[in-house]
């Protein structure tokens, strides 16, 4: 996936995007930017753990494993899932 | 200061039920649950669960129409699983019907009786862990299997702050808790209490559990009836809001009946065989308990598993404990139209008892289909009946042999 590529139409944020709604439903019709911080969107810590957990779980990467659960934003969860996702399929 | 309208003549004080709530099989609320009692039908029907291609048909009886979000926040769901939910439900169903508000709660005791706690998300977690192989649980996996999530949920609901906890007898959980909840508001440990029981672990690897023990019917289930072979699963949960008589009459609470006696025992003789030795003395020492005599008994609320052994065992432990006046007693199973609710089986079977005592009606056993020479009670079969009476007995039974009765009286 090359970096010009909108944050809408990336697969990375699509997935992540499920995973979000998949925990939060509700969260289903919200605009999301690459600058949508996740502590604005009125979210439990257990909600945010569950969609991390989530997303690992789809992706087959652990982002809790590697110490990495510090995202701020949309666009840098979407970065930081891109690049584990990348350095998996190296190492595969 | 002891006897009188506030005071036990041993100077603890008189415990009374000012409100109860219901979840069962009939659906949400009090209402539909002595409403389903009354015109003595059963929320029993075959349910199905599957896995992977695998499937286990049994009579059940799930809570009808149920939709969590018409009740609770997408985040309370995450953590809680229906057990906890529905303790809430009917915790706020009590709590409303005794006229209290959260403020009049915070030094309130919690004790609910419950079996199995989370069994869903314990059933998902073995699938993901060792049928998916997957490295990771799910992270509510703990809050939501623990078995005080109960308590901790109507906690925080009402900032509840005295003590909280749950008792795990299985089937016995509910009638234990209320014993228990009982206990120490007679002593003063607190005024006011939230007892009861709740369950909800109608799923695969509990049906096949069950199965495995010989116990599920292979219809429905039918206390003290001919042809009957076992129980139904059952899910739900009751609340009652416990004080002292002194606390209802100061704030003008309708009082519903008084927990007159309770009374707890083992068997002492085997895991998964009932004695008469056991309950006779649960139920024996909640009559002491109590002050009341075995003929001022009119209804009692049986265990009424509907296995062959149980029924059986039961009306020996009638015929042992009441002697002749057994045949006059109003015998029934409220477990043959809500199913078994487990952890919450003690405290629905004591609402009902209390309904019926209030109402006039004695609560019914359905799917009765003729008489069985081993259990020669009055088990009210297939119609609720206009009898009024002063007194009556609910009592529970558990594998491991443990038991528990509690007595209560009109006021």
């Known amino acids: 996936m090359p970096d010009s590529t909108p944050f809408a139409d ?24 690459p600058d949508t911080r996740f502590d604005r969107l009125g979210l439990a810590s257990i909600q945010v753990i569950t ?10 990467v652990g982002i809790v494993d590697e110490g990495l659960d510090v995202f701020e934003t949309c666009g840098e969860l979407e970065v930081l899932v891109r690049r584990l996702a990348a350095a998996r399929e190296v190492t595969a | 200061m002891t006897g009188g309208r506030y005071r036990r003549p041993d100077g603890s004080h008189r415990v009374v039920v000012t409100g109860v709530g219901a979840v069962t099989g009939f659906g949400v609320g009090l209402p539909a649950f002595w409403q389903g009692v009354t015109e003595a039908r059963t929320a029993i029907q075959p349910t199905r669960r599957t896995f992977e291609g695998m499937e286990v048909i049994r009579p059940a009886a799930t809570v009808a129409g149920y939709r969590p979000l018409d009740h609770f926040s997408e985040a309370q769901l995450l953590t809680c699983e229906p057990f906890v939910q529905y303790a809430l439900l009917a915790a706020n169903e009590a709590i409303a019907a005794a006229g209290l508000t959260s403020a009049d709660l915070t030094d309130a005791a919690i004790v609910l009786g419950c079996g199995g706690g989370g069994e869903i998300s314990r059933e998902e977690t073995a699938i993901h862990l ?11 996996t703990v809050p939501r299997t623990n078995h005080q999530a109960a308590c901790g949920m109507i906690a925080i609901e009402h900032e509840i702050l005295g003590p909280s906890f749950v008792i795990a007898t299985g089937c016995a959980s509910g009638s234990h808790a209320i014993s228990q909840a009982a206990m120490m508001v007679r002593h003063g440990y607190a005024e006011r209490a939230l007892t009861g029981g709740t369950e909800a672990n109608v799923i695969y690897a509990v049906m096949r559990a069950f199965d495995a023990a010989r116990t599920i019917a292979s219809d429905t289930c039918r206390p003290f009836s001919s042809g009957r072979s076992g129980l139904a699963l059952g899910e739900g949960s009751g609340i009652l809001v416990i004080e002292t008589m002194e ?21 002492a003789t085997d895991t998964v065989q009932p004695t008469i030795r056991g309950p006779v003395r649960a139920v024996m020492q909640a009559l002491a308990d109590a002050g009341l005599n075995t003929d001022e008994i009119g209804y009692l609320n049986a265990h009424g598993t509907g296995t062959p052994l149980n029924d059986r065992v039961e009306t020996a432990v009638a015929h042992a404990v009441f002697g002749p006046h057994a045949a006059r007693l109003m015998m029934s199973s409220t477990k043959s139209q809500i199913g078994h609710t487990f952890g919450a089986a003690g405290a629905l079977e004591l609402i009902a008892t209390i309904l019926g005592l209030t109402r006039g009606v004695a609560p019914p056993t359905v799917n009765y289909q003729g008489a069985d020479p081993d259990c020669d009670i009055d088990c009210v079969p297939n119609e609720a009946r206009a009898h009024r009476f002063g007194a009556a007995v609910s009592q529970s039974f558990a594998f491991g042999g443990v038991n528990a009765a509690i007595a209560v009286r009109a006021v």
Not at chain 1, 17 to 28: A, E, G, N, T, Y
Not at chain 2, 130 to 140: E, G, L, M
Request: hydrophobic share 40%; glycine share 10%; aromatic share 10%.
């Open chain 1, 10 to 33: 990336s697969p990375v944020w699509g997935g992540i995007k499920d995973c979000i709604v998949k925990v939060v439903p509700s969260l289903r019709e919200t605009e999301f930017t």
């Open chain 1, 51 to 60: 969609i991390t957990f989530e997303i690992e779980e789809l992706f087959g």
């Open chain 2, 130 to 140: 060792f049928a998916n192989r997957r490295p990771r649980a799910h992270p509510t």
């Open chain 2, 247 to 267: 606390s209802a009459d100061r704030r003008g609470a309708p009082v519903l009946a008084e927990i007159a006696g309770f009374g707890m025992s083992s068997d």
